[in-house]
């Protein structure tokens, strides 16, 4: 608990760290930030690591899939901070880290399975968490994009002390997270299908649809983008949607039973 509520307050520290100079002239101490960032997410793995790995086996409770994959993202944005425009996005990053941290403090459950006797669900499972850790921080810079649009049209970029990335970059960043989390959704799939006995059966079938459901949002917004160059509302919408359906199918049901009949 103890070690819990340290790392929720590293997390919070790198994130108001940026957050109260983001305005300022000099602009936010990225150092420090990047500092504490790393001594969080350095403690939250040890942490992660004891809540998962049990003695009957790996505790793949919807909170502790919540935490790894928050855990993903966070590290993934720490190391990109270093090469592209995402200031702004990681206060959101370390701040939703933090309060799931929390909830597993404080909502703990369990779900425990045995991954050793069926290796083969590793590959699965790890597919389906990079996807969603990828597709999710593309749902942040869709966002991003959509903030930079609204800026841009009320004149008010200005008021940001560390300017605003250029449209294009993030746009590019987003397609390519897109196109990478979608190939991963795609595998994800097709190794679910191939490991698992009956991807529509009861319990199942609604994650599974809702699964594809989300693939084909992903797939037919880089179709159309490719094709005939969709851009800006549309794509930004289909990257929230395809995000929400996602959501559903990896925690809908696990939240409705390991949390609200809990």
């Known amino acids: 608990m103890l070690l819990g509520l340290i790392c929720f307050c ?100 369990a779900h425990i399975m045995q991954i050793g006797v069926r290796p083969e669900l590793m590959i699965h499972i790890g597919l389906a968490l990079f996807a969603y850790a990828c597709l999710g921080i593309a749902l942040l810079y869709a966002l991003q994009l959509a903030y930079i649009n609204m800026r841009l049209k009320e004149k008010k970029a200005s008021l940001l002390h560390s300017s605003l990335p250029p449209l294009m ?4 960043i987003l397609f390519k997270l897109l196109t990478v989390g979608t190939i991963l959704l795609t595998l994800s799939l097709i190794s679910g299908f191939v490991f698992l006995e009956n991807m529509f059966g009861q319990g199942q079938a609604h994650k599974t649809i809702l699964s594809i459901l989300a693939w084909l949002v992903f797939s037919v917004e880089l179709f159309g983008h490719f094709k005939f160059g969709w851009r800006g509302k549309p794509i930004i919408f289909a990257t929230i949607l395809g995000s929400v359906l996602l959501s559903l199918a990896y925690f809908g049901s696990r939240f409705v039973k390991e949390i609200i009949l809990s």
Request: no cysteine; net charge negative.
């Open 10 to 109: 590293l997390y919070a520290g790198a994130a108001g760290v940026i957050l109260l100079k983001f305005f300022d002239h000099k602009g936010p101490n990225l150092k420090l930030s990047y500092v504490l960032a790393v001594a969080a997410i350095a403690m939250h793995a040890w942490l992660l690591n004891n809540d998962i790995f049990v003695s009957l086996g790996e505790n793949l409770s919807m909170l502790n899939v919540a935490s790894l994959v928050a855990w993903l993202i966070s590290v993934t944005m720490l190391i990109a901070a270093f090469t592209m425009p995402n200031t702004i996005l990681l206060p959101v990053v370390y701040s939703f880290t933090g309060v799931i941290i929390l909830l597993d403090l404080f909502i703990p459950d």
């Open 169 to 172: 970059m993030v746009e590019g």
